[in-house]
């Protein structure tokens, strides 16, 4: 099975403060004025810089002191933003979209608030949601090419190989050392039986990022494909190298070596295989 491989990425955060006005100008009653908005946002910086000084790794301390500033601020984007990354940091994905999706309500021209929300939707595989995401994170923000990368995998998981590789061709435009638009623009050839087009990409992304294991499985599956079994069990091999606990480098690995006629290498392949299944 071919590996389709997106990888975690950096977000920035963005502030809106919104002002209640009625006919007659700020109202006393319907919202804040002005000065209670400077008032209430201070404070909830204050809350703010709580939370960064937890431990990174103390999620109940951060999501406490985010709430705080939430709730002295409900209209402060910044603290549901920092909430949500840390719900996902703590693998609570469901509250991280929730917060992700106030931020949005909040500023929609947050064009990170949109990608966060995207990868996580991909996660889920919610691929139709997650590209109308890609979508509007790539009008508000063009020249992202982390947002390209994740439209173009979640283009590919959903099987559009055309829109996969123009979103592909979009990275390398702005990152021509991205070994992971090579990679992706390679998965795409593959699925396109293009396994020649595909090793070539996948070289490239091993060249600009050697410890890049699946580029080493993919290719080792292009290689068997053009009867290359010598440079496959090489692929595969390197594989395993950086993988050593991950089963498919051992099961891609034992037929080949029947093939050739190594039934030892291939027997120990499969019994490796069994006792990673174990665990």
Request: net charge neutral.
């Amino acid at each position: 099975m071919l590996v389709v491989k997106t990888l975690p990425l950096m977000f920035l955060w963005y502030i809106t403060a919104v002002v209640v006005l009625t006919a007659s100008g700020f109202s006393q009653t319907a919202g804040p004025t002005p000065e209670q908005f400077t008032e209430k946002n201070s404070a909830a910086k204050q809350f703010i810089e709580q939370a960064n000084r937890c431990e990174t790794a103390n999620a109940r301390c951060r999501i406490a002191a985010f709430t705080k500033a939430i709730e002295t601020a409900p209209t402060f984007a910044e603290g549901y933003y920092g909430r949500a990354i840390t719900y996902r940091a703590a693998g609570d994905n469901a509250k991280a979209i929730e917060d992700f999706s106030k931020v949005i309500d909040l500023d929609p021209k947050s064009g990170q608030a949109f990608f966060s929300r995207a990868t996580l939707l991909a996660s889920k595989m919610d691929l139709a949601a997650a590209i109308a995401d890609f979508d509007k994170a790539a009008e508000l923000l063009p020249d992202s090419s982390p947002v390209f990368l994740g439209r173009g995998n979640a283009h590919l998981r959903s099987r559009h190989y055309g829109q996969a590789n123009a979103d592909f061709n979009r990275v390398l435009e702005l990152d021509p050392k991205s070994a992971e638009g090579y990679y992706g623009r390679g998965s795409v050839a593959f699925f396109r039986n293009d396994s020649e087009k595909a090793a070539e990409d996948y070289t490239k992304a091993i060249e600009l990022e050697p410890r890049l294991a699946v580029a080493f499985l993919n290719r080792a599956k292009c290689m068997e494909l053009q009867g290359k079994d010598v440079e496959a069990i090489a692929d595969l091999t390197k594989f395993i190298d950086l993988q050593p606990l991950d089963v498919q480098g051992y099961d891609a690995r034992a037929p080949i070596y029947e093939r050739l006629g190594e039934k030892d290498k291939a027997e120990a392949d499969r019994q490796k295989a069994t006792e990673l299944r174990r665990h």
